[in-house]
């Protein structure tokens, strides 16, 4: 190894150069949608078009076009250049990919799938099946993982199991983000100023500054600030506003600012908002080369974040449920559930019942949702089994803001012990503390609210050989993970008559030996083999306290109901990788390799009931993997593309359905206007396996008969159970430059199940899907630099398109499939070379296409509304870049 002033150097059998220089730097700004920057050089004398791109996905550094893996990799620049400024906006130019902002109930996470395989729900029960990494560092829960991208230098995502490269193994890929380091060899700083819709305000800037020839120091700082794009309505300032005051009855005006009266009549009648932003980070970092052959790396960062609860939509109410109205329009209160009649009865008015009904729709930007109970603590309402005069139900207002502080303290050493050998040891340890609550009924009363608290801490350890040979590149590691998390939740449910208050902890570890090898049989002739042995436990400790306290009392009692276990999770597997990679020529690379990853046992995270408690299916597979990458016409063209066939030993299934709900003494049912039936998946073994609950019809069941399930009242429940399966797609990307200052950028992907063998001879389609999972993802940009001499620089229009297919709702409810969605983005940026500035002007969603991120459907597990993240509308901005 060699490195010098601003360099570091690589002698083997593939020679290279990583630069930090700014004229290096200015060319990650041209790279496109098909391969990931670390570093790049020019392209040799003579040569013309696409630049080399170097990556480390593979932990020793090699050129994109000759790592054989299905990886993507973009810088922060190229995502500011698409209009895209989170993680949770990553996967609109990933093939294969799905990245959202998850709903409310969920806080500040993000939903991540990789060629069909991920989470949804983020919370602790589940390991993740992409695994994030922020400087090497393992970052284990979801919660949190919607990382601004502060000075970040890059972000990698390789997608399939990647065990064998990485600590952690991660059954669907693993994201991998770098941050910008110190350079020795020159200061540096920028300034980026943005204003724009909903009162955006966005404020950047970082500095890079060489105190010696062998050490230097940086630093970045953030500030986001936006209004969200959903209001937040006074309902009865909105009732008087459309002229139907008696549809507000006697519910009472929220603020002053909205409160009508004679005289007095508010312009608007907004409280608030929701999917908004208010995020504050700073970090920094160390780099000091004490000798030749050492490179020490120390980070630290801080976010303090205060956003805006998501923005959702209640697209569909059961109203029979609510307030009793029946398919032909009729209504009958008798089977609506008695807890919403008593409690909106609180403020009817002669001649106009106050219902949960109509007058509660809105437009997909509005919401009546404040977050807070118009009921105070100890309420009593006769007939209602909620509010029933305990000190412990009603009075909360838990806020439309999502608290999150997060902060980090990080070091990477690197020693080189040869010219090709180096040893690298990486630590870590992060802290986050976050809390916020949830409604979802799209009314200023209380259906289902919730509240969470969580406090985590992270330890993260690696050390890592790493060499480069004539005959062989290899990389072997040990990796080890230590976390500690506490969940503090306090969900209500008013249809039920139920409250709970949960302390959860949890206690993941997690070690694992890794190493991988790249064979050079031939010079152009690689055969790679990798193998991983993994030791995974996750301690839990949960429990979950139904509220049984008397009305009067003021000491809190335990009900029946309660749920309270303490399990240990664990798996101990070896994993493995073979492939080959062969260059028929100096531009084209096919490769092929198999591989099997595993995703460790979770448990079910919300019981309802005792009986719903239990570890939950893991999830093995072994995936084939057949690519090529080549670049054409001079470097004009790079086009690379994979094909993959992954099979499941093991493949977990849910279905969300309801049980009769227990007497407190647990010794019966609850009576109601419910009916237990069988159900499961259609079309598949389970279909009878599981339950669910429907309308009581005399005529149909007879006398009610809670023993038996007829005539109760019901409650959510998930089954779990355990699947195979075959999932098979294809992906490929392209970046071409049909001529100079044109680029062109472009990614397909497309994933299908199959088959599923577990699920009976003949299953149906809806039954081997996976939720959330789309088949076809695509994305293309286009740009072109025209030169304004007279102006001192140039002119990049840029347009963005951004496609994923109908997406996946529920195995058994396929009318809740997401519709295909076209977004585009439009950006136009002026350079001045003079004064090395940047003024752009640009648009998101320009066309202002509605639809929902993602659905959260909960009709179908016996609550009263389905509720939909609306995306957000165009929205315009304006940006100033200065560079120092």
Known sequence: MRMEKGHFC????HTFCVTSSAKALSLLLFLGASGAAVAQEAPAEGRSGIEDIVVTATKVATNVQDTPISITAVTSQMLEDRGLTTTAELGKIIPNARFEKAQGVYGPAVTTFLRGLGQGDPQFSGEAAVAYYIDDIYYPFLFGAQFDLLDLERVEVLRGP????????????????????PSLSE????????????QRRDVRASFSVPLTDTLAIGGSFLSKKRDGYQQVLDFSCQMFKNGTPELAGKFPFLSPATTWSPGNEPKNCVLGHLGGEDTRAVRGSIYWEPAPNIKVSLSADYMDQNDESAAEHIFETDYLLTYGRQPDGTVNEAMANRNFITAFDQFSIPGHPFRWDERFQTQPYQTYDNFCDPFPAGHSIPGNTYYNGSIFRGGRCYGQNVSLQNRGVQGKVVIGLTDDVDFTAIAGIRKMDMHFGAASDGTPLADNYIYHSYDEQHWTGELRLTGRHDLLDWVGGLFYYDGSAKHIGH????????????????????????????????DNLNVTLGGRYSDDRKGVDFNSLGDGTPPGQTTFQVGGASTIFNIMIATKRWDWKIGFDYKPTDDLMVYAAAGSGYRLPGFNVRPTQPGQEGQTPGEALISYEFGIKSELFDRRLRLNAAAFYMTFTERPGSFGGQEAQLTPDLKGFVAGNRTVIPDGPQGTSYANAFTNCRTYDAAVDGPRNPAAGVGVNCVTRTFSYVRGGVLKGLEAEVEAEPIDNLRITGSMGFTRWVSDSKLGPNPTPAAIRSNRTSSWTASGGIQYRIEAEA?????????????????NGPATKPQYDQPSVSTFNGRITYHNLAYDFDIAVGATNLFNKFYYRNRFLRIENGSSANLGQPSAPREVYVSFKKRF
Do not use: C, K
């Open 10 to 13: 690589r002698r083997g059998r």
């Open 162 to 181: 990647q065990g064998t490269l990485f600590g952690r193994n991660s059954i669907g890929g693993a994201v991998s983000m770098v941050s910008r380091e």
């Open 491 to 522: 969900p209500q449910g008013v249809q039920a008559g139920t409250q709970r208050f949960q302390d959860d902890t949890y206690e993941p570890r997690s070690w694992a030996a890794y190493a991988n090898a790249v064979v050079h049989v031939l």
């Open 791 to 807: 102006l001192g620089g140039s002119f990049t229009p840029r347009l963005d398109w951004f496609f994923v297919g109908p997406t």
């Open 187 to 198: 200061a540096r700083a920028s300034l980026d100023l943005t204003v724009g819709s909903y």
